[in-house]
């Protein structure tokens, strides 16, 4: 069974940075899309960053401020987040099992972690 956990979420005060981590057991993260999403409360889960075998894509939101990256030894995925905003204030959800279709979808990932908190203050 394929298992993703997060982990590395907690309060920054914005400007701040932070580094999830998504540790991925029962398949390999060298093949296939896997993604990060947040969603905050009230809103919709959206699409953060995502990536490929090395192509990576970024919300317009994060770009150049979020860093999406692979360690195929510890079959983990990271996101690396700086200058952090109250916006950024989400809990974040690591997803694999790319199905298919848009990769910002999220009916397009079969697998998802719990979820790590990230909240920022002002």
């Known amino acids: 069974d394929i298992q993703l956990v997060e982990s590395g979420g907690g309060s920054v005060q914005a400007g701040g940075s932070l580094s999830l981590s998504c540790a991925a057991s029962g398949f390999t993260i060298s093949r296939g899309v896997m993604a990060w999403f947040r969603q905050a409360p009230g809103q919709e889960r959206e699409g953060v960053a995502r990536?490929?075998?090395?192509?990576?894509r970024y919300a317009d939101s994060v770009e150049g401020r979020f860093t999406i990256s692979k360690d195929y030894a510890k079959n983990t995925l990271f996101l690396k987040m700086n200058d952090l905003r109250p916006e950024d204030t989400a809990m974040y959800y690591c997803?694999?099992?790319?199905?298919?279709?848009?990769?910002?979808?999220?009916?397009?990932?079969?697998?998802w972690g719990q979820g790590t908190p990230v909240t920022i203050s002002s």
């Open positions: 997803a694999a099992d790319f199905v298919g279709g848009d990769t910002f979808d999220v009916r397009a990932y079969k697998s």
């Open positions: 990536m490929a075998e090395i192509e990576k």
